[in-house]
């Protein structure tokens, strides 16, 4: 099941140093047009305050 | 021949003296583990180790090496090569295992035909000083058998041998001799070389670890579909343990990694137990099975190295004796080769 | 255990399904053994009545790489386990240490060490050990800033070789093809770069979400010792803690993942529901 999976991603993501709140997992519907700007919005905002991520990323060279 | 006599406490001092003008590899002590790493002026090396936990081929042959980077352009690809950027290093208390083993790599990679310069350019601008093994560190260690010496200086350019009181430090070549400066300045007497002749006859005997590995090879030869080859791998787990352990083992993957319009072509380790190691694109695999690969290394180490280069690829330090986790024990597959 | 999979897939292969025979196989199975069977029994690797399970009840075994470092890094060349202690000769002299002192950090708590399932039972059931005490090095990690777990999981990642030992043992570790040996895409490089070895650990990690049975296998087998238990030891307790559920500990029970409890299940982790 999706949501069990993200419950424990998200905890575990945690548990291992990277930021809880960069995890973000919600339902919208097809029909919900309204809903998905403001889940977007409010996710957009929540990421910017955490900053970059740097935590697992990849540099080349 | 230069050779030297130092005070055993000023060894630690030597390698970081050394440090501050170059790079220098030691072994150092990281939690339950000793590996070679760089250390700078303040490092603490531990020489009171008995081998290394990884074979220090990585410091000529890394794990992961950037080959050369390429960049895309509106005119076509850019590149930019990687090698030749070596800088003058010191490789201090290898055993002479472990030494050895930079002798069998030369064979590979510095050959007359084919010449790895990545490779050559860190071996060219590295001094190896090693440390014999004046009592052998494990009852695995079987040197002796594979034409090393606890007490051998062959693929060093320095040998540190503990003669009691002091170490006896022999400059073996002007590579090594360039570095005489470090070492202080009081010249070793007849007596320390008759003390360390001593020494080196003891610890030879005190190997007690013998393998027939020179008697195999004719065995090898004709013995490709011996059903004996059945009868190893059973336990193998597939993981790469034994090949990354060991410090002859140089099968290597290639593989580009690109973000953007920039790449990387990179070289990184690779291992002839895992089972994408020979895997074609069609999706046929030669080796299909465990035994094949097992072969493979068997046969790699004992017969092909041989005929290659005239040298067996194993230079007895145990370490895939000791950290194989199902002990599958390589003295004793050639032990059961020879008796084929 | 991989044996098992393997050998029941090769029995079957390039036969019709309506000419299959069973090959049955037995096992000598200790409890994490056991919970690894009920794994693959429920992910359909194989049919119950394929396998001949011969239990046996477990004291626990010994972390050959703490015994080491007990010993002072010392190489045996001679063991033997009398009572309660393990006589040893090593290069530094003979030895003597208390069996529980080195036993697996896995045994020490382990909840199961007698068989779940069985066909065939020997021997009269093991003691209990510390079942009560298997959080307490997550729950003092928990407790730790993000900063800091951050700094142990690098650390502990950095001495990662990527030889996949840990991989190779695991018995819930079956895939044909694991992710990092895909190329089409490529999910992880396969070079030593900090990043590649934090994401294929990290997703091995996240795989046994309700499949780690806490035998101790990838521990044992790392040739460098990385500390893979601080990481699954999470998995199991949020599990436990979340969905009720640890792994393989009965033939009834669904995989967690595979199921969702609209009355128990918390919404916590949702944003903005």
Avoid at chain 2, 91 to 102: E, I, M, Q, T, Y
Avoid at chain 3, 165 to 170: E, L, N
Avoid at chain 3, 242 to 267: C, I, T, V, W
């Amino acid at each position: 099941m999706a949501r069990r999976k993200f419950a424990t991603l998200k905890s575990f993501l945690n548990y291992i140093g990277v930021e809880g709140d960069r995890t973000i997992f919600t339902w919208v519907s097809a029909s919900e047009g309204d809903r998905w700007a403001q889940v977007i919005k409010g996710a957009t905002e929540k990421i910017k305050a955490l900053g970059p991520a740097n935590k697992m990323v990849k540099t080349i060279g | 021949m230069e050779k030297r006599l130092i005070k055993k406490d000023t060894l630690a001092g030597i390698a970081k003296k050394m440090a501050g003008d170059m790079m220098v590899w030691a072994p150092v002590k990281k939690e339950d583990n000793v590996l070679f790493e760089t250390i700078g002026k303040d490092g603490e090396p531990f020489f009171a180790y008995l081998n290394s936990k990884n074979a220090p081929k990585n410091v000529f042959f890394p794990h992961t090496e950037t080959l050369m980077k390429f960049t895309r352009t509106p005119k076509g690809m850019a590149f930019s090569s990687e090698a030749n950027k070596a800088n003058q290093s010191v490789l201090f208390g290898v055993r002479p295992c472990d030494a050895h083993s930079f002798a069998l790599l030369d064979k590979l990679f510095d050959q007359e035909k084919y010449q790895d310069a990545y490779y050559v350019a860190k071996r060219q601008n590295t001094t190896v000083i090693a440390m014999a093994c004046v009592k052998p560190p494990y009852a695995s260690c079987f040197c002796t058998s594979v034409d090393g010496e606890p007490v051998g200086s062959e693929g060093a350019d320095i040998l540190l041998t503990d003669i009691g009181g002091d170490y006896l430090a022999e400059f073996i070549t002007s590579k090594g001799e360039k570095l005489a400066q470090y070492f202080g300045d009081a010249k070793a007497d007849a007596a320390a070389d008759a003390k360390k002749a001593e020494i080196a006859a003891k610890a030879k005997e005190a190997i007690q670890s013998r393998i027939p590995a020179h008697e195999v090879k004719p065995i090898l030869d004709v013995n490709f579909d011996n059903p004996f080859w059945n009868t190893i791998h059973g336990k193998c787990l597939a993981c790469g343990t034994c090949t990354y352990m060991c410090p002859t083992c140089h099968c290597f993957d290639i593989s580009d990694e690109v973000k953007g319009a920039d790449g990387i072509r990179l070289r990184s380790w690779d291992s002839c137990m895992f089972p994408l190691f020979t895997k074609e694109t069609s999706g046929h695999n030669p080796r299909p099975s465990q035994k094949e690969r097992w072969r493979q290394r068997a046969m790699h180490k004992f017969k092909y190295y041989v005929d290659n280069f005239n040298a067996i690829a194993c230079v007895g330090c145990g370490r895939c004796v000791m950290s194989c986790p199902v002990n599958i024990d390589i003295r004793k597959v050639v032990e059961d080769i020879s008796k084929l | 255990m991989h044996d098992l999979i393997t050998a029941h897939k090769n029995s079957q292969k390039r036969v019709k399904p309506e000419d299959r025979k069973k090959k049955v196989i037995g096992v000598v199975a200790r409890g994490c053994t056991t919970r690894s069977l009920i794994i693959h029994l429920q992910e359909r690797q194989y049919e119950r009545d394929e396998v001949c399970i011969i239990g046996v009840p477990c004291d626990g075994y010994v972390d050959g790489k703490g015994l080491k470092v007990k010993i002072g890094g010392a190489d045996i060349v001679e063991g033997s386990i009398d009572g309660g202690q393990i006589k040893m000769k090593t290069s530094d002299g003979d030895k003597t240490v208390a069996l529980k002192d080195v036993l697996a950090d896995s045994c020490l708590t382990c909840r199961f060490n007698n068989p779940i399932i069985s066909d065939i039972m020997i021997g009269s059931p093991a003691p209990a050990m510390n079942p009560d005490a298997e959080y307490n090095d997550v729950k003092e990690f928990e407790a730790k800033t993000m900063e800091e777990r951050w700094a142990y999981f690098t650390k502990e990642m950095e001495k990662c070789m990527r030889c996949n030992a840990c991989r190779q043992a695991c018995p819930s570790c079956y895939c044909p093809t694991c992710f990092v040996e895909q190329s089409q895409p490529q999910w992880v490089g396969i070079g030593e770069d900090k990043s590649d070895t934090q994401v294929f650990q990290f997703m091995r990690l996240y795989h046994m979400v309700g499949r780690c049975v806490d035998c101790g296998s990838c521990v044992s087998v790392c040739p460098m010792g990385v500390d893979l238990r601080k990481f699954l030891k999470k998995i199991d307790k949020d599990c436990w803690e979340m969905f009720g559920n640890r792994a393989g500990s009965g033939m009834e029970d669904m995989p967690p993942l595979g199921k969702y409890d609209e009355h128990h299940d918390k919404q916590d982790f949702i944003y903005n529901p």
